[in-house]
Structure formats: structure tokens, C-alpha cells
């Protein structure tokens, strides 16, 4: 009321409503500030200005252990697993390839060169299969769904073939024929007509291939060891015998194709193992609700700070007529908010999994690991946000963030002539040298040469079988080395070191001061509490009020 009767006097109203507005924006000025400041702070510097827990901090802290030791049970189990799949593979190669050294020639298993090894392989893989359950050591057994094993033959159309007098004549066009030989029809008095009929006539001029396909299944009893339930596996094998090349060397491989089913019908003696299972899935959903409580910590953080940005940008527009730039908008983006986000999903999804895989209602044990071991090194990296409060710790993060960009483009130019490199080295020397018969082996076979892995293998390896290729070799090598070593890695290098002698020089010299930092020189130092702290093991990392406006964390 004393305001209102001040301002009729002499017609000063409108010069009255002038200051009020001048007043309400100063006080808006001021709050903005001091969100601005308190929102920039450490969770230290929080808490000594409102006394507010840096329940964040906590659950991050709380987060790395229980996450690591769920990361820590989980693999142990699945190395059970993998190594349960890899022995079987082994034993069935031992038990079904006739001749097997133990070790695979190439990227198939053996090989033969006469038409006799061919029916002698192919007849063993049968004679095993029959009189599986008195040979194999492991708990293997038949599919029970009616199937058994499976032989096709896949062939040239009839046609003739003289190639004494160089004048072949063939039917290019394919057909299949295929027989199945049950269990009981093996173990009967019927298997040798079966075994004797023209179906196993082979003529090797038109065959192409021979596919021996059958199902097994097995108990995988080592994980009660480990006090878990044991797994069922369906084994899916397949052995092919390869003639396309028609070259005298017939190559066999061999294909196991594993999948973890559910037991059924169990009978288990002991409750020792009902329970450890029954603790590990407790566990599990203690860290569900850790990486819950997270989720919603750090989402609420990044919806305030998209507010306090607009208020910034609505303020700035209102008293200086200006728009916000770009690089001030970025910094309320907390992409280590982002990051433990995209973590917390992660980790509940995989834990979600890891709880049906336990209780033996999934098996899907590779997308668990990939979802479970992805969040983890996310929870571990995200460890270097607390770290950059401290200014000595930080210029890792700011020299990465720095060189970022600029090594991006340099990854992009000499991507153009690797990828050149590697194109060259497949086409000319992929005949000759095992490294170089695939593009993905060329890719890492230079890779390797890039960080000095492996010089002297890939130079002795290449055949002197052309004279010319041999002298192309060398000169591909050498320029590859010299090029990539000596230049470009050296290059690489020189692109990081020049961003941390920048930002070296910045923390000495001062920051690039943009419209969000000179906003906040003016703002006076929030009033900090200054009774005895209840968490002095937080609050030991207190930084020097200089410091505060060096440079923003985001």
C-alpha cells in the first residue's frame, strides 16, 4: 500500500512500474544464480550448502560392488557353460571323425584322399552313433522325438565324364537324395540292408557333398559342484564331407550346435542347493532395486537440469535480447547421468535374465553376459565423474573430451587408406598367405602390424610360389608399416598431446570464458553451513573456493 501511494504523486507511475520490474527481475537474476552455483557444485559442496545427502553418490558407490560381485557369480557360472559346450565338441570329435589327431587342419576338422577313407569314415560316424551309450564317457543320450541320424547326399545330375579325352559331359543342375537311420532300426537284424542298399553307392565325379546330421542330448552335472542346478543341452551335430572342389581332397567338418534346455521332471536330493539359489536370486533383486533407485535419482536430475537450462535460456533472452549458445545449452547435458542411466537399464534388464536363467526358465546365457558385462564397464567408467571434481584428475577427462573431435576426422582419413590396404593385401596376397584370405583376417592381421604384433610370422609366412607376388609382398609390408608406425600412429599421438599442452595451459592461464561462466563470476558464494558435518568421509574432498569458477564439471 506505501508503494502504491508513492507512486501517484506527480504521474511517476509508469516510473514506478519501471523499478518494480527492475526489482523482480534482480531478484529473479539472484535466484538463477544461485541455483546455477549450487547446481554446478560437487556433491561435497552440495551438502555443506544445504546439508542435502548425496544419495547419488552413495547408490553409485553401493552400485560398483554389488554390481561386480553379481558380474563375479554370474561368470563363473557361464564359464561352466562354455566349458561344458567346448569338451563335448571336442569328445565328439573325437568319437564320430575316424582319424582325428586332436587338432583341426584349417577351418575344417580332417580330410581324406581316397574313395575307401570315404566309405570308412562315413560308415564309422554310423557304426559310433549305434553303440553311442556303451563308448561315450559323458551322460549323452538320444533324441527322443523320433529322429535319428540323418544322411543326405547332394550330387551333379546324372551325366558322363571322360576326362582322358578332355571332353567332359555333366549335368550342372543338383539333386538331394537323403536316408534317416533310426536307433532301434540300427540296433534291429534290418541295419545291413539298409547299410548294403544303393542309397551308400557313391560316384565321386558328381558328388558334392555328404551332410550326416543327428541330435544328441546330455546333463551337464558339474554345476552341482558349484551348488547350482544342473543344465540340459540339445547337441546339434553335423558332419559334412566337402567335394566341391573336386580335388582329390575331400575336407570334413564338423558343426556342433549346442542349446541349453529346461530339465524337467527333476529329483534332486539335498536342500543345499535349493537354497544357495534361493540367496543368489535375493541378491539379485536387492540389485534391481539399487539400480531402480538410480534410475530414478539420475532421470530426475537430468528433467531439473533441462528446467534450471530453460529458465536460463528464458532469462537471458528476457535481459539481454540474446539467444543462449549452443556450447552453454550442452553444459546442463550431464552425459554421466546419460551414462548411468543406459547402465541401470542394462543391469536390471540382465538381471531380470540372470534370475529366469537361475531359476531354469531361460537359458539365454550370451545376451545376459553382453547386458551384465556392458553395464558393469559403464558403472566402472562412470567411477571417473567423482574423480574430475579434483582438478588434477580432471584433465583426463577434458583432454579426451578436447581431442575428441580432432581425432575423429584424423580416424576417418587414414580409415580410407587402411580399408585400401586391406582391400589390396586380400585380392594379391590372399592365395598365398593365411593371414590375408578373408577381409576380416586382413583387417586384423594389419591391425596386429600396426602395434608391432606378429612382423617377423607375417613376412616368413608368405609362399615363394611367384616370384612377383612374393616382391609385391615386401613392398606392401614395408609401406604399410612405414606409413601407419612411423606416420600416422605418430600422428595419432600428437593430436592428444596437443589438446592436454592446451588444456595444461588453460588451467594455468584460465579458461575460454563463455556467456554462462561470466554469468556466474557475479554470483556471491552460497552460505555454507558450518556446523560438524555427520559424513566426514564424504566431505573430505573439499576444494578451494578459487576453483569454483575454473571451469564448469559437464
Known amino acids: ?252 567338418y564338423f558343426n556342433s550346435d549346442t542349446d541349453i534346455q529346461e530339465c524337467k521332471d527333476w529329483h534332486i536330493l539335498g536342500s543345499v542347493l535349493q537354497k544357495n539359489s534361493l540367496y543368489i536370486l535375493i541378491f539379485d533383486g536387492f540389485v534391481i532395486l539399487n539400480c531402480l533407485a538410480s534410475l530414478i535419482l539420475c532421470s530426475r536430475s537430468v528433467v531439473l537440469a533441462l528446467r534450471l537450462r530453460q529458465r536460463f535460456v528464458d532469462f537471458f533472452l528476457e535481459k539481454y535480447n540474446r539467444c543462449v549458445s549452443y556450447t552453454d545449452r550442452m553444459e546442463f547435458i550431464n552425459g554421466w547421468y546419460v551414462l548411468v542411466i543406459i547402465s541401470d537399464v542394462m543391469t536390471i534388464t540382465g538381471s531380470i535374465l540372470k534370475m529366469e536363467i537361475k531359476a531354469k526358465n531361460l537359458t539365454s546365457y550370451d545376451v545376459c553376459s553382453i547386458l551384465l558385462g556392458t553395464s558393469t564397464l559403464f558403472v566402472w567408467v562412470g567411477v571417473i565423474r567423482y574423480l574430475g571434481y579434483f582438478q588434477t584428475y580432471n584433465v583426463l577427462i577434458l583432454t579426451m573430451q578436447a581431442s575428441l573431435p580432432k581425432v575423429l576426422r584424423f580416424c576417418c582419413c587414414a580409415g580410407m587408406i587402411y580399408l585400401g590396404y586391406t582391400f589390396c593385401g586380400w585380392i594379391v596376397l590372399g592365395p598365398y598367405h593365411e593371414k590375408f584370405e578373408d577381409l576380416n583376417t586382413v583387417a586384423e592381421c594389419l591391425f596386429s602390424l600396426v602395434n608391432g604384433d606378429d612382423m617377423f610370422a607375417t613376412f616368413a609366412q608368405i609362399q615363394q610360389k611367384s616370384m612377383l607376388v612374393w616382391t609385391f609382398s615386401r613392398l606392401y609390408l614395408y609401406s604399410f608399416i612405414i606409413l601407419f608406425i612411423y606416420m600416422i600412429l605418430s600422428l595419432f599421438i600428437a593430436l592428444i598431446t596437443d589438446a592436454y599442452d592446451t588444456i595444461k595451459k588453460y588451467q594455468q592461464s584460465g579458461f575460454l570464458a563463455t556467456d554462462l561462466h561470466e554469468f556466474l563470476k557475479d554470483c556471491g558464494d552460497v552460505s555454507y553451513r558450518k556446523e560438524q558435518t555427520s559424513m566426514p568421509f564424504i566431505c573430505c574432498c573439499r576444494r578451494r573456493q578459487s576453483d569454483d569458477n575454473l571451469i564448469l564439471i559437464n
Open 1 to 252: 500500500m506505501e508503494i502504491s501511494l508513492k507512486c501517484l504523486p506527480g504521474g511517476r507511475a509508469p516510473s514506478c512500474g519501471n523499478m518494480m520490474a527492475q526489482s523482480d527481475l534482480d531478484l529473479k537474476e539472484t535466484a538463477l544464480k544461485e541455483d546455477l552455483k549450487f547446481y554446478f557444485m560437487n556433491p561435497c559442496d552440495k551438502y555443506r550448502a544445504r546439508h542435502q545427502i548425496p544419495w547419488k553418490l552413495a547408490l553409485q558407490i553401493l552400485k560398483i560392488v554389488m554390481v561386480t560381485s553379481q558380474l563375479v557369480f554370474f561368470g563363473l557360472s557361464n564359464q561352466l557353460v562354455v566349458s561344458f559346450k567346448e569338451e563335448n565338441t571336442v569328445a565328439f570329435k573325437h568319437l564320430f571323425l575316424k582319424g582325428y589327431s586332436g587338432v583341426d587342419e584349417d577351418d575344417y576338422s580332417c580330410s581324406i584322399y581316397t574313395q575307401q577313407d570315404a566309405y570308412d569314415s562315413i560308415f564309422y560316424v554310423i557304426d559310433q552313433y549305434r553303440q553311442l551309450k556303451n563308448i561315450s564317457l559323458g551322460t549323452l543320450g538320444y533324441e527322443h522325438d523320433g529322429s535319428g541320424l540323418k544322411i543326405c547326399k547332394q550330387q551333379y545330375r546324372r551325366g558322363g565324364m571322360l576326362p582322358s579325352s578332355d571332353k567332359p559331359n555333366i549335368d550342372v543342375s543338383t539333386e538331394t537324395d537323403c536316408i534317416i537311420l533310426k536307433p532301434q532300426e540300427l540296433a534291429s537284424r534290418n541295419a545291413e540292408e539298409k547299410l548294403n542298399s544303393s542309397f551308400f553307392n557313391l560316384e565321386f565325379y558328381r558328388l558334392i557333398q555328404v551332410k550326416i546330421s543327428f541330435k544328441l542330448k546330455g546333463v551337464a552335472l558339474q554345476t552341482i559342484h558349484a551348488r547350482e542346478l544342473p543344465d540340459c543341452y540339445a547337441f546339434q551335430n553335423t558332419i559334412t564331407f566337402n567335394n566341391r572342389a573336386h580335388s582329390g581332397k575331400i575336407k570334413i
